[in-house]
Each structure stands twice: as C-alpha cells, then as structure tokens.
C-alpha cells in the first residue's frame, strides 16, 4: 500500500507519517511505543527528533528504514530508493578493512568492480580518511570509525539518511567536527536527514526543524523550524537560546511522568 | 570572539584540517621489529627442548632404568637417523597422514553440515545439539571396541573412532559461532542490503569465523588423538603406519625405536598445531579480537 501511494504521488516531502501506531507485545503486557505520529519531512530537509529515553525514536527510525512495520498507520516514502540507517554503534564489519566496509553495500547493489573502486576512494575523501583505506577498523579511534560508517552509508546513494543518535559515544571535540562534516555533506548532496538525539544543543545546531516527542507512548508535543544562518556553532548564543528554550520544554515533559 | 577556530580546507570552510589533525593524535604508531618478534617466540621453545633433553640424560646417568628400557638421547637421535634414511618410516608417515586427512576431511563435511542444519532447525537443535557435546566427553579409545565389532579390525573402524572424534567439536565451532553472532551485524548487514543467501556469505560466515576455526583446531587434536589410538590398536594391514610401527617396536622390545617414534609423532602433531595456531591468530588479530600490545 505505501508503495502505491509513493507511485502515486510525486510531492516535495520525502517522507509522510499520518497516524502511526506502533504497539510491542500483546495482552496485559503490550507497550504502546508510538501513538498516532503524524509527520511531514520535506526534500532536503534536516529534522531532529528529540525526546527522552523511552520516546520511540529509534522505532519510529526503524518503521521508516522499512526494518519493521507499524501497527496502524501509514508510512509513504517520496522516492523508490529506501532510506539508509546509521547507528549510534559504527557497526563496521571486524574482518573487513576501512575501504572493503565502504565497499561492501556497492557490492550488494552490483556496482561493476572498477565503479565501485572509484567510488570508494571518493567517499573516504569525503570523511578524510583517504590514507587509512587499508587498515582495518579495530586500529582507528572511535570518532573515525563512526566517519567510516558514515561514508559506509552515503555509499549506497540513498536520498534520505536516517540517523540514531550517530554521535552520541563521541567525544565532544570530535562530535564538533562531524557536525561541520555532516552539515558540509548533508549541503553537497542535497540530502532528506532525519536524525534522532537526546542531546538538544546538538539538534539546535543541526536542524532545519526539531520535533520534540513525548514518552510512553511517544507522541509529538512540540515543533519548532530553526532560522539560525548556517554555518552554525554549537557554542553560539543563538545556538545556547533555543536549546534551553527546548530544553525547558523536554523537562516539562520529563516532570510529568515523575508524578 | 570573531575568530574561528575552524581550519579553512579545500571545500571552503571545512573540518578537514582539524580532523586529521586529531586522527593523528588518537592513532599512535606501535613499532615492532620482526627479528626480535621471531626471537621472542622461538627461546622459549629451544629452552624447553633443552631441559627436556637434559632431565632424560640425567635420568640415564642415574641409571633410574636399565639402558635397554631408557636409552640416552644420543642413542635415540642415532636410530632416529638411521630410521630416516629407511623408506618405512617415510611410507609410514604417509599412511598416517592420509588417513588424517581423509578422517578430518569427511569430519569437516559433517561437521559443518551437521553444524549449520542444529545451528538453523530448532527442532534439531533440541535433539541433536545436546548429544553434540555428550559425544565430546566420551573419550575416544572407549569407541574401538565397539568399532572393531562393527567393522573389524579395519581401516573403517579407525576412520570410525577418528571421524567420532572430530566431528562433533567441528560442528559445535560452527553452532557456537552462529550462536554468538552479535545482532548489531545482523542488522547492520541488512540494512547495507544484505539478505538471504548474501547474508550467509557476507556477513554471518565471516563473523562466525573466528569460532569455526577453534572448532577446527579442537576437532584436529581430537581426531589425531583417535587416530594414534587406533593405530597402536588396529596393526598389520599391509604397510604399517607410524602407530602400528610404535606397537611393533615395543613388541619387539626396541626401545630406541620406540622413542625415536614418539619424537617422530610429537613433531608431526606440533606441525599441525603450529600451522593452526597460525591461522587462528592471524584471523584473531584481523579481527581485532586480540590487543597487539600483548601479542
């Protein structure tokens, strides 16, 4: 059914949520993960999710990678290609070197070899890391793995990225130059991100748009666009304003399950 | 504050610069030098031997036993060498190996076959999968009797004992391996777009590597174990191979032999292991399972 609709329809958003429920378990023991979400996410455009631990992000990331179905709902992506997902975990093969990670989605897709040797060579410069094509992932830092798998990602050409808290176990310097690294990126290829955190200053400094969510069951209670001129900086004023104003809101939200 | 602290790279303003900068902080080099690794490695080794062959002269010199029953190195290295330049012990050798080859050989097939089918059908994982690892605790010897019963004193029931004997642990290094595959791999090779039978080959055969090969080293002493006991057992079948030439020494009350036998299957055993030993550190280490600090 999303499928035809996909067909059917050639609009600027890139992907349409109308009244997605999702419920794990059955019986006494059901937990309602998300109830009725609603959202639109335009062509190009950068969305954070935000919410506390418990809010369905990473499920309502998973229902749109097409890893699981919702219960009820609708989901109707805006292009054939499905979205990629990348984790807070870079998830990179052990056994593979840094360019046979890269490689690897390419291969699955049927890319001829020369193409493929091109292209990976290309998507390590992106993310910087050219010179270390040969060594394999347990030899690099975690903030240049985590760029592995984001050029791992980008490889397989998909218009839109889902992304789970991608950043989260870095440290904050690192994190710093992979927002300019996304932000440069996401500009360039003229990429649909939807992007998941529960650190609001990151998603100030990232969005187009931040969606606050609510937790069990996960509903959206807020939506604000962001007009800060890009580039931004995580430290600008600005910046520090509307995260602390979104922060406010996330605590309100928090307190309420606290009664 | 007007200034950025933000490096200007090829692409305008970009983090390059930075990024790299902070690469090379995190990676530090480790340099090692290859002479000294192999150095480190073989000392102990040679020492070990040395002490070896020091407490055996020591006991002849004592003359705990009679010479007859415990010769001197030096006399067993001379019989060693004369048995070198004989055919029997080469053609020997050569009964042996083949027989481990092609008793490990068709262990494999089983073994991995038997592996994945447990590994894959719930239904017999609860009826077979608990019976794999009761057959590991039965020791192998304790399977001839029965096995000459069924085929007699043949090449068949030394390929039995032998195929009993690695089959098993061949097939738990292939349960445990599927057993234990993170999910995270799982997911992330199908969200790369990995399904199917190009999820089996590209994602869970490689990630079960690791604990496939220590079954296959498990299952290789396990069957050279089999294999000498059936050896010393089941004598006489034409050509006598390296066990049987074991048994005939000590029937013949040729001690020299029968040391000079023993080193011959010490070392052929220490081979094996050494070229196994090999290969599981060499996936280990790409794997990244061992720290190269200590390595």
Redesign the interface.
Do not use: C, H, V
């Given at each position: 059914m999303t499928l035809l609709e996909s067909a059917q329809s050639v609009t600027a958003d890139a992907v349409t949520l109308s009244g997605v429920t999702k419920v794990f378990g059955r019986g006494g023991a059901a937990v309602l993960a998300l109830d009725g979400l609603s959202l639109d996410v335009k062509r190009g455009e950068f969305v954070c999710l935000v919410g506390a631990s418990g809010c369905g992000k990473s499920t309502l990331l998973n229902l749109v990678a097409g890893l699981d179905r919702p219960t009820s709902g609708r989901i109707a992506l805006g292009q054939d290609r499905a979205p990629t997902l990348m984790f807070q975990d870079p998830a990179l093969f052990p056994w593979l070197s840094v360019a046979s990670n890269v490689e690897l989605p390419l291969k699955l897709l049927g890319v001829p070899k020369p193409e493929r040797r091109r292209r990976v060579a290309e998507l390590l410069e992106l993310v910087h890391l050219g010179e270390f094509a040969k060594r394999q992932p347990h030899e690099l830092s975690g903030g240049m793995r985590q760029r592995v798998a984001l050029a791992r990602t980008l490889g397989q050409d998909s218009p839109m990225l889902l992304m789970d808290e991608p950043f989260g176990a870095l440290d904050a310097m690192t994190r710093d130059l992979l927002h300019d690294e996304l932000e440069r990126i996401w500009q360039a290829r003229e990429l649909t991100i939807l992007f998941v955190t529960h650190n609001v200053r990151e998603a100030a400094r990232l969005a187009d748009r931040i969606v606050l969510l609510s937790s069990r069951p996960g509903r959206i209670i807020y939506e604000t666009g962001v007009h800060i001129p890009r580039p931004r900086r995580i430290d600008s004023p600005e910046v520090a304003t509307l995260a602390a104003d979104i922060t406010d809101r996330l605590r309100k939200e928090v307190g309420r399950h606290g009664r | 504050m007007a200034a950025d602290t933000?490096t200007l790279g090829p692409?305008g303003?970009?983090?390059?610069g930075?990024?790299?900068g902070?690469?090379a902080l995190?990676?530090a080099e480790r340099p090692r030098s290859r002479a000294r690794g192999v150095w480190s490695v073989m000392w102990p080794k040679l020492a070990a031997v040395g002490i070896a062959l020091l407490v055996w002269q020591i006991a002849v010199w004592l003359e705990w036993k009679p010479s007859y029953a415990l010769p001197g190195p030096a006399r067993v290295l001379d019989e060693l060498a004369l048995r070198a330049q004989h055919s029997e012990l080469w053609d020997g050798i050569l009964i042996t190996a083949r027989r481990a080859a092609m008793g490990y050989g068709f262990s494999l097939a089983l073994g991995v076959t038997l592996g994945l089918a447990v590994a894959r059908i719930k239904v017999l994982r609860v009826a077979i999968g608990s019976m794999i690892t009761a057959l590991q605790t039965m020791p192998s010897i304790a399977w001839f009797p029965l096995a000459i019963l069924l085929f007699q004193m043949s090449e068949q029931a030394i390929f039995f004992v032998v195929v009993l004997g690695a089959a098993p642990s061949i097939a738990n290094g292939v349960i445990a391996g599927i057993d234990y595959l993170p999910p995270?791999?799982l997911?992330?090779g199908?969200?790369?777009?990995?399904r199917g039978f190009?999820l089996y080959w590209?994602?869970i055969a490689?990630?079960a590597?690791p604990s496939f090969v220590s079954g296959l080293k498990q299952g290789w002493a396990f069957s050279w174990r089999s294999l000498m006991a059936g050896e010393l057992i089941i004598v006489g079948l034409g050509k006598t191979s390296i066990g049987g030439q074991l048994t005939f020494a000590r029937e013949f009350g040729d001690a020299p032999g029968v040391i000079a036998i023993m080193i011959v299957i010490l070392t052929f055993g220490l081979l094996v292991d050494f070229v196994f030993g090999k290969a599981d550190r060499a996936i280990r280490s790409?794997?990244?399972?061992i720290d190269p600090a200590t390595s």
């Open positions: - | 933000r692409k303003w970009g983090a390059g930075t990024l790299s902070l690469d995190e990676l995270l791999f997911r992330a199908r969200n790369l777009g990995a190009k590209y994602i490689p990630a590597l790409r794997w990244g399972l």
